[in-house]
């Protein structure tokens, strides 16, 4: 007789273990972002952790590419904004010929304590959820 014939459940399915350090949590926040020179570009973060941001860019981004990001916190928040210089660790690039945007993960390679206390305050859930 086969194992599933003397009472076993064949099990079938996917797990999914989170592998991420930090949890991630749902935004919709403007960023202002550049190279290293001049030109200002602007996306937008659709979620965030401690760790980085999952954003889309109106350009096609390279993985290693570094750039200073300005990310803005909505209207009558505490305070307006942080600033951080991330690195580009993905790019999904099957959306970007549909959609024209660029979606793309990114991590904090240097933020300053203040501006990371300030992301992890906006991140916590609010008390009325």
């Not at 602007?42 to 401690?50: C, D, F, T």
């Not at 549909?98 to 990114?106: E, K, L, M």
């Amino acid at each position: 007789m086969k194992k599933e014939e003397k009472g076993t459940i064949p099990r079938h399915g996917t797990v999914n273990f989170e592998k991420r350090r930090y949890p991630r949590v749902n935004v919709n926040l403007p960023f202002e972002y550049n190279r290293g020179d001049s030109i200002i570009n602007h996306g937008g973060a659709i979620n965030a952790s401690e760790g980085g941001l999952l954003v889309y860019f109106p350009e096609k981004m390279e993985v290693g590419q570094i750039l200073s990001l300005k990310l803005f916190f909505p209207s009558g928040f505490e305070f307006e904004s942080i600033e951080a210089t991330v690195k580009v660790v993905w790019v999904d690039f099957h959306l970007a010929e549909d959609w024209g945007d660029y979606r793309a993960g990114v991590m904090f390679v240097n933020i300053s304590l203040g501006d990371l206390e300030k992301l992890i305050i906006f991140l916590q859930p609010s008390p009325d959820a």
